[in-house]
């Protein structure tokens, strides 16, 4: 198995980035698929969630409505629009794969791409 995050970069408050994971390794549209971030000097904080068929997505409270989680079953790849950013949204964010069709915990991750809000 294998996740490879890109997308990351420095961004002003209020802007947009979109972040990639891309899966090898596994049958992807076997399984669903997370984001979890960690921001400095803190703990991994669980961001989003998608299904298997992208058919049910899941967010935490404070990414409603700025963030979006979507997957290309075709193309092995995962997906998060960030919109609205803000400076606590600066994080190392990995992607995560769940053991099962549904976002029942995480068994395989990224390695991170990096995420700095900043003015």
């Known amino acids: ?3 490879v995050e890109s ?3 420095l961004v002003q408050p209020g802007g947009s980035l979109k972040l990639s994971c891309a899966a090898s390794g596994f049958t992807f549209n ?3 698929m997370s984001w979890v971030r960690q921001a400095p000097g803190k703990g991994l904080e669980w961001v989003s969630a ?3 068929n992208g058919g049910g997505t899941y967010y935490a ?4 409505g700025r963030f979006t989680i979507s997957r290309d079953n075709a193309k092995n790849t995962l997906y998060l629009q ?5 400076s606590e949204d600066t994080a190392v964010y990995y992607c995560a ?13 990224g390695k991170g791409t990096l ?5």
């Open 1 to 3: 198995v294998q996740l």
């Open 82 to 86: 960030m919109n609205s950013l803000k």
């Open 115 to 119: 995420v700095t809000v900043s003015s």
């Open 61 to 64: 409270e404070s990414m409603k």
């Open 30 to 32: 076997d399984y669903a």
């Open 97 to 109: 794969k769940s053991p099962r069709i549904w976002p029942t915990g995480m068994d395989y991750w």
């Open 50 to 52: 998608i299904t298997w």
């Open 7 to 9: 997308g990351g970069g």
